[in-house]
């Protein structure tokens, strides 16, 4: 168990991901202040309910521990941070104390998943994967390409999830997939199911332009 600052967001943050975030409130400037001065570490998790700015929000008990790569001290006080995501946590209990939420955590483990994968799963997930980020290659200016050695099953399935064009609800149930076996086997059926999906706006365009998809403007090119 270990107490960290916690930053409630409107955002799923997966391991391995990269997030920008503009911290303006006071109570968050001192948060980060204090991590800059320390470990550079603080959880995030999604809001289930309040709001990002105002009174203390009330996040799901399951986050992602945060570690900051990069930041920027603005002159009017904001910081400009770049963090990545490292493990994922879930809160015992909440620890008063500051003007900024804090949690007692426990850091879930995710097991050894080589030992329950086979490379036949693996296989399957990168191809559902490489689909789908080509059919949105087709339509926006996305580009990300799927690395095709040293990438493990806990980093693919963390990927697959991030790169889903879904709502926060549904990745935070990908978040909280008690195994990686459960979270690629989950992933790739919503990839599939959005791949269909978005293939078919693509069918019902008949000329070039831009569409909304998922609430995101795109293009066909």
Do not use: W
């Amino acid at each position: 168990m270990r107490i960290i600052p916690l930053f409630p967001l409107n955002i799923v943050l997966f391991p391995g991901m990269v997030l920008p975030l503009r911290i303006f409130e006071p109570r968050y400037r001192l948060m980060i202040r204090r991590c800059l001065d320390g470990d550079k570490q603080f959880g995030i998790a999604l809001i289930q309910e309040g709001d990002e700015v105002g009174a203390a929000a009330t996040p799901f008990a399951t986050g992602t521990l945060a570690e900051i790569s990069g930041f920027e001290l603005m002159p009017d006080g904001q910081i400009m941070l770049v963090c990545v995501g490292l493990r994922r946590f879930r809160i015992e209990r909440h620890v008063e104390g500051e003007p900024y939420a804090q949690a007692e955590v426990e850091i879930l483990d995710e097991g050894d998943p080589e030992e329950d994968i086979d490379d036949a799963l693996i296989d399957s997930a990168t191809t559902t994967l490489e689909a789908y980020l080509g059919a949105l290659a087709n339509v926006s200016n996305l580009s990300i390409t799927v690395p095709k050695d040293g990438l493990s099953a806990i980093d693919l399935s963390y990927l697959m999830a991030a790169t889903l064009q879904v709502d926060n609800a549904q990745k935070q149930e990908l978040l909280e997939s008690p195994t990686v076996h459960d979270r690629l086997e989950r992933v790739m059926v919503m990839l599939t199911r959005e791949n269909e999906e978005l293939q078919a706006y693509l069918a019902k365009s008949r000329t070039r332009g831009d569409f909304f998809y998922r609430g995101y403007r795109m293009s066909v090119n």
